[in-house]
């Protein structure tokens, strides 16, 4: 079975860092695309940024410049560092990833279940 945990949200002030981490455990064979995804009250999930296994990263415009994913492929664990943080960037972050099974050798979608994210003064 195969478990994705994420850690490291919380509270902070306008214009300050924070740095989410995701790690995958379990009967893991190998783990494709990693990304994360925000879901703030009221409103739909959104892309936040994702990684490959080569390292080719896409972002969400509004978090461009700002945040910067990155990933350990030995450590199972994809990161987030998320810098000059705004109000608007408040929301659940979770993170996903595309990973194979030992046991079965299927490739499945996998989520972790969340972290809490709030930027206020």
């Known amino acids: 079975q195969v478990q994705l945990v994420e850690s490291g949200g919380g509270l902070v002030h306008p214009g300050g860092s924070l740095r989410l981490s995701c790690t995958a455990s379990?009967?893991?064979?190998?783990?494709?695309?990693m990304g994360w995804y925000r879901q703030a009250a009221g409103k739909q999930r959104e892309l936040v940024a994702q990684?490959?296994?080569?390292?080719?990263?896409t972002y969400a415009d509004s978090v461009k410049g700002r945040f910067t994913i990155s990933r350990d492929n030995a450590k199972n664990t994809m990161y987030l560092q998320m810098n000059s943080l705004k109000p608007e960037d408040t929301a659940v972050y979770y993170c996903y990833g595309d990973i194979v099974d030992s046991a079965r050798r299927r490739r499945s979608h996998y989520w972790g279940q969340g972290t809490q994210v709030t930027v206020s003064s």
């Open positions: 379990g009967s893991i064979f190998s783990i494709y695309l």
């Open positions: 990684i490959t296994s080569g390292d080719i990263t």
